[in-house]
């Protein structure tokens, strides 16, 4: 376990008055997820509190959120930019069972995308493998964190960043990066965003519970058609090759068609050009 400073103080509170009403207007949708839902004023990253949290015994569907992050972290590594205020960062703890593990970073990406949509009325779409687009810039983005022992998979720690208020972001993102109330220029409730996710992850978890991959694959179809069927390029082995991407298979990989033929897209960065 590590022993870093998580966060400042050493007790949570309960989550600002906006997010727990909207949670308990949606508590018979939730399906158990969003309990317990423990915030922070600050915190270095949700993922690490959560994953501290889950070492100890945590259930599944425990949430950690906070105002501002100093360490939020992205994908490859990155730097997840997390203001205070500007911003939803949030851990939501999973322990699936090994067959419905592989596809919950996809349903994560669908489930933000419809939560934000029923929340807010703003569209958005979904890229592979779950960053969620508006107008063809990111508004939020999942890192999913899997804890392991000898016994094997024990949890995954689903984190998520949504922008909510356009923020001064750094300018290698500034063109890439938009908010929700960017986009509407208005005001929105991030409660109910808050609350809208969880419910619309909550459905596709009960699915991947149930054997209904399909039904969460094609749901991710649907969101992701502005981005099936362009052009992609990723590096393979300090190559880069580039192909058209056409669809996930039922892992969740991108397939895409090179000139050699089909390839699967696993993990790893995919630029589409
Ligand atoms: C991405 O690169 O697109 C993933 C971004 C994930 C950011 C969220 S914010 C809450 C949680 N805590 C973190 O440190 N990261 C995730």
């Known amino acids: 376990m590590t022993s870093k400073v998580l966060f400042r103080g050493n007790t949570s509170q309960p989550p600002p008055s906006d ?15 969003g309990w317990p839902f423990i915030w922070f004023s600050e915190v270095t990253s949700t993922n690490d509190v959560l994953a501290m949290l889950a070492d100890n015994g945590a259930a599944e569907g425990a949430v950690v959120g906070a105002e501002a992050q100093t360490a939020g972290r992205g994908r490859f590594g990155r730097v997840w930019h997390s203001p205070s205020m500007a911003g939803l960062y949030l851990s939501l703890l999973l322990r699936p069972a090994s067959y419905a593990a592989p596809l919950v970073t996809i349903a994560a990406g669908v489930a933000v995308s419809e939560g934000i949509e029923t929340a807010t009325a ?9 960053d969620v687009n508006s107008g063809g810039r990111k508004i939020a983005g999942i890192l999913a964190e899997a804890g392991t022992s000898a016994n094997g998979l024990q949890h995954v720690v689903l984190g998520c960043g949504i922008n909510v208020m356009p923020a001064a972001y750094p300018p290698e993102i500034a063109q890439r990066a938009t908010s929700i109330e960017g986009e509407l220029g208005r005001r929105v409730d991030r409660g109910a965003v808050v609350a ?3 419910v619309a992850f909550a459905a596709h978890y009960e699915h991947l519970r149930n054997g209904k991959q ?3 694959l094609d749901s991710w179809r649907r969101r992701a ?7 992609v390029e990723w590096e393979f082995k300090a190559v880069t090759r580039r192909g058209v991407a056409e669809d996930v298979d039922e892992s969740g990989a991108l397939l895409v068609r090179t000139d050699a033929g089909l390839e699967r897209i696993i993990s790893g960065e995919v630029r589409w050009i």
């Open 196 to 198: 809208e996710c969880l």
């Open 19 to 33: 997010i727990a009403d909207a949670l308990a207007r949606a508590a018979s949708r939730l399906g158990g997820l």
């Open 214 to 216: 399909s039904a969460v």
């Open 225 to 231: 058609a502005p981005s099936l069927g362009r052009r």
């Open 122 to 130: 703003l569209q958005t779409s979904v890229k592979w493998p779950n």
